[in-house]
């Protein structure tokens, strides 16, 4: 069958058009219901019979739109036998069976109508996450370009907080990225020159200046969005099977009915039984509710899994979840929150006496508090929800991709990753150096903190245990009904649960164990 022009594109299928249809479909309803009423109570013949043809007119009418020209094409289908069906009832004076027929297709096409549009509108959201515009960087000038126009080898400048527009190599800064949507990793991604970002990734703290290595339409995200669309163009097997059953289906009821009218009249038999006989055939073989039914059905399951977050890349991919054996997820998004969460409060050795925990993380959230970074607002959330009390701060200095700084309780406090204590010639004890690195190798995001000797507001007071104070670990953390959604599925006859995930093997060996994950 050629493709239903209502459902073309979501252009084509913009709102008027869907609001007709539904509203087409309401009235030959109600004018199902008005004739029934009016028959039982004796309505005026010619009133009755103005409100049935409305009724065809209202119901059919999509229908014929459709059907008129495949016929001039040679084309049979079931729109054109459910229109010859529901004439026929009427020929026979059965006009409520042929509104009934006419309702039911309307309504299937409708309900088609809506579901094929949210899921095109759930996978349209894809490009929306895409800027529209980037800002290059030519001949010392700023300038603001579509996307479309970007070059390979352009600089590209992606301030704080932006999402990156396309894929490309960083020329200058440094900053973190957010790439979890992109490639799994659930820890920001330090970028510095050298390193690869791609579209879609968003910035960190740190302004970045990059050069383009893919056109827009070649980008990372690009390519998801049309994979998705281009697997969503693959019917179903059994929606497959049908539209190319329905055609031969139509001529075989066609034939069947005139051979019905024609021999019996041959052979001498009266034309009012014979007519009557062979239309009720017509109407009864009418197969609308078989061939709609799997598109509707698979449309409707799509569109309701896309509101329920579930994307679905195609009818054919929803029909073979009947076969589905082993299940394989994406951890960071799915299996977790695909945010970072507070798992750790490490103390250092040489913290000064009477300095705890709370009081680490206290200092860590009053530096974060002030910072754009990625993880800071999980970390101030942290303190806020065991009621700690943030130190006052003053004198906030941000430095993007490293750290931060300011002064605290008298004293210049540092938080931050190596980069920045290598930056200031700082040595980073053994024992904070090996709790950072068990911590890493959970594939935990760490900050280590710091302070300086001196008071800042009196100099010449020193502290002997040293400044360092301690490190804070932070991680994806696993949603909680994860480990009943995995036994759930076993229980409906899922024979493995597998986990996907582009973080590192030991985070994923973590979460498939507390998830009862079979394989990763």
């Known amino acids: 069958m050629p493709p239903d022009p209502r459902h073309a594109s979501p252009e084509s299928s913009g709102a008027p058009v869907r609001h007709t249809e539904l509203a087409l479909t309401l009235a030959t309803l ?7 009423l009016g028959g039982w109570l004796g309505m005026n013949p010619g ?14 009418w999509w229908a014929t739109l459709e059907t008129v020209p495949r016929l001039f094409k040679g084309e049979l289908d079931v729109d054109f036998l459910m229109l010859v069906a529901a004439l026929g009832a009427a020929t026979i004076g059965h006009w409520t069976e042929g509104i009934i027929l006419l309702f039911l297709f309307s ?8 579901a094929l549009d949210r899921s095109r509108r759930a996978v349209n959201s894809l490009m929306k996450k895409r800027p529209t515009e980037a800002t290059v960087l030519r001949e010392g000038q700023e ?3 579509p996307i479309e126009a970007l070059q390979i080898r352009d600089i590209v400048l992606l301030r704080p907080g932006q999402m990156a527009p396309t894929d490309g190599t960083v020329r200058v800064g440094f900053s973190d ?3 979890s949507s992109i490639t799994g990793e659930s820890r920001p991604a330090s970028k510095a020159p050298g390193d690869i970002i791609f579209a879609g990734a968003i910035n960190g703290t740190g302004a970045l200046e990059f050069e383009v290595t893919r056109l827009s339409q070649d980008s990372t995200l690009a390519r998801i969005v049309r994979m998705i669309e281009s697997a969503q163009a693959q019917k179903a097997h059994t929606q497959r099977v049908l539209e190319r059953f ?14 019905l009218i024609l021999a019996p009249l041959a052979l001498g038999a009266a034309f009012d039984p014979t007519f009557y006989r062979a239309m009720t055939l017509l109407v009864v073989a009418s197969p609308c509710a078989l061939v709609i039914s799997t598109p509707a059905a698979i449309l409707s399951a799509i569109a309701r899994g896309a509101r329920q977050g579930v994307l679905f890349k195609g009818g054919v991919y929803l029909e073979k979840m009947a076969e589905v054996r082993v299940v394989v997820f994406d951890k960071t998004g799915t299996l977790t929150t695909g945010k970072p969460g507070l798992t750790d409060v490490v103390l250092a050795r040489s913290a000064p006496p009477g300095f705890t925990e709370a009081d680490l993380l206290g200092y860590a959230a009053a530096l974060e508090s002030r910072s754009e970074h990625l993880l800071a607002k999980e970390i101030v959330a942290a303190a806020t929800k065991r009621g700690l009390s943030l130190p006052p701060m003053d004198n906030f200095v941000a430095l993007p991709g490293r750290g931060v700084h300011a002064t605290l309780a008298g004293y210049q406090v540092w938080i931050g990753g190596n980069r920045m204590f290598e930056e200031h010639g700082e040595q980073i004890p053994e024992d904070l150096v090996a709790a950072k690195e068990r911590l890493e190798q959970e594939g935990k995001s760490v900050l280590i903190l710091h302070r300086e000797l001196e008071r800042v507001q009196n100099v010449g007071v020193h502290e002997a245990q040293g400044g360092w104070l301690g490190l804070i670990g932070m991680a994806d953390t696993m949603r909680s009904d994860v480990p009943e959604t995995v036994r759930a599925l ?3 006859g899922i024979e493995r649960v597998v986990m996907l995930t582009g973080d590192n093997e030991i985070v994923a060996a973590a979460i498939a164990g507390q998830a009862g994950i079979d394989a990763y």
Do not use: C, P
């Open 30 to 36: 109600v004018l199902l219901f008005v004739t029934l």
């Open 47 to 60: 009133l009755l019979l103005a409100l049935h043809v409305t009724a065809y007119v209202t119901g059919g």
């Open 107 to 114: 309504l299937s096409n409708t309900l088609q109508s809506y």
């Open 143 to 145: 300038v603001l370009v």
């Open 177 to 179: 990225m957010d790439e």
């Open 246 to 259: 329905e055609t031969y289906y139509a001529w075989t009821i066609l034939s069947a009915t005139g051979l």
């Open 490 to 492: 076993k229980r409906l």
